[in-house]
């Protein structure tokens, strides 16, 4: 059976009754079940497996930028725009920063409180548990539990743009990056990463100094992006740069039509399918990794493997010797 | 053949020349034997077989902490105090921040720049390149060439202290976190992980306001880290906190003594090497790890497995079912 480490599984009757009552749109079953997949629970497979028919239907929007820009804020009002046309909202608000400047996330989420009580919008916040992967994995189980669970569109938001945040910006079918005019300095240092990342990006607090600078910079930063030979040409989409002042509601309603306008040309192109099936093969190789992982590490400790391991712990033996000799033994090599 | 990925490979007898020259002191060689180490290219292994029976010699410091906390002016005045003693020292200072926060560690070197022109010091910068776990292989990688290459004492710094750098500490035998006033919230958002992490503490820029009230703070949580049952026990350590201005050179002796106190106790005690051998098998499983990956990739792609994967890039079939099956023919379920 493949595995999962870590947390506390629940009993796997109890787990079939939890999922039967998250399909039925079950709250507090959907909660539960993603305590346990945030948790890497032995119970994940399973869970997944029960969920898998009714968990690609999600439209997935992802929010990321440094910390400060208004991520939530944007979240908030794109949220309460979706709901007035009747979509059901899942928010999943993912901090993976370094503990020096982490909470934010979990403290702006008090904002959304007032969707908190509408039975069509779920909010769940995750942090960093142990491995920065396995957060991107988790992440990526708890949007095919909302997506089961009914919700058609699913806003990701993380803090800042660093190598995990782009891993979890994968999961988007569409990704928005935030900055402020006081990011200038950060996009020059990283012009060519936001430009990978990016579909839309919104420049926020945009009546704040340095505005126009940075949207003008921007733009043709965008400009270039389209014209270069190593720019994605699955659509025709060169990144729009919009302005906002999300805490006073200006620019946001485009915000979201520059998102339907990407999620129309993605549909009709027949991209998204595409691009969703290369997300798949990556997402997978990143469990098939971990569940060798796993795997490995109950035939390490005991039999010959072990001896080996010994070899390399007492400096007789160098690891990359000893891992070849490993391979070899398991046939992999 | 164990293989890693990316980078231009050099030629193996170019290899093995660099080799030569590298283990016979030659500058120039270890420049760019580290090079091929930092990008991982083929030729990784070769290179770390040949100085396996060298690397271990080197005793390992790790300087941590968040941005802006005088970090890189303590490795400076370390090693100026090294060198004053004849000590070789090596010095490795990793940026693995996000690219928002990126750029101070390569900027706080140009005031290394007197040791530059030393040959008994040798200074890299290394910095993200796709993977951070990747990161964490390539520090290790870097301290045994260095160690390799005559340099009895390593510095090792980096930025922040979050996952990644907690894991690139654990390299480290010796591990100073360098806090200062200022850092008095992110002290009580993670006091349990900087307990875990730090040997040392300094408490740098102490002539600030709240100097004296984050000393109190740090040995009172030293004080009760001590006694816990959770604490080490290999050693009888508790964690000291020290106020320095490393800017004005006031009390970097003192942690320098503090640092050798550690090390002959670590020694004397036997629990230098018994701490080495549990590291050396935790890297080692992390190489197995990214080895094992690389095999698996080039399974992939053609044949039985492939199918497998197609129906998972097609949807058809649930990731932890494909997983599971994909281990059942390895063997190794």
Sequence with gaps: MVSSPGGRPAPPDRIAGLIERMLAGDRLALARLITQVENRTQAVPAIMKAVHARAQAAYVVGVTGPPGAGKSTIVDR????????????????????????????????????????????????????????????????????????????????????????????????????????????????????????????????????????????????????????????????????????AQGDVGVAELLAEVRRHRALLTESGALSARRRVRRREEFKGLLVEELRIALEARLGTGPLEA?????????????????????RLKLE
Tied chains: 1, 2.
């Design 78 to 245: 794109l949220t309460a725009l979706l709901r007035a046309e009747g979509e059901r909202v899942g928010v999943i608000a993912v901090d993976p920063s370094s503990p020096f400047t982490g909470g934010a996330v979990l403290g702006d989420r008090i904002r959304m409180q007032v969707h908190a009580l509408d039975p069509g919008v779920f909010i769940r916040s995750m942090a960093t548990r142990g491995s920065l992967g396995g957060l991107a994995r988790a992440t990526g189980d708890v949007i095919r539990l909302l997506a089961a669970s009914g919700f058609g569109l699913i806003l990701v938001e993380t803090v800042g743009v660093g190598q995990t945040e782009l891993d979890i910006m994968k999961l988007a079918d569409t990704t928005i990056v935030v900055l402020v005019p006081e990011s200038g300095d950060a996009v020059q240092t990283m012009k060519a990463g936001l430009m990978e990342a990016a579909d839309i990006f919104a420049v926020n607090k945009a009546d704040r100094a340095g505005a126009h600078g940075l949207i003008a910079e921007l733009k043709f930063a965008a400009h270039l992006h389209y014209a270069s030979p190593t720019s994605p040409k699955d659509i025709d989409w060169q990144i729009p740069v919009l302005a906002t002042e």
């Design 308 to 328: 080996i391991v010994e070899d390399v712990e007492r400096g007789t033996v160098d690891p990359y010797s000893a891992a070849e000799a490993i391979l070899v």
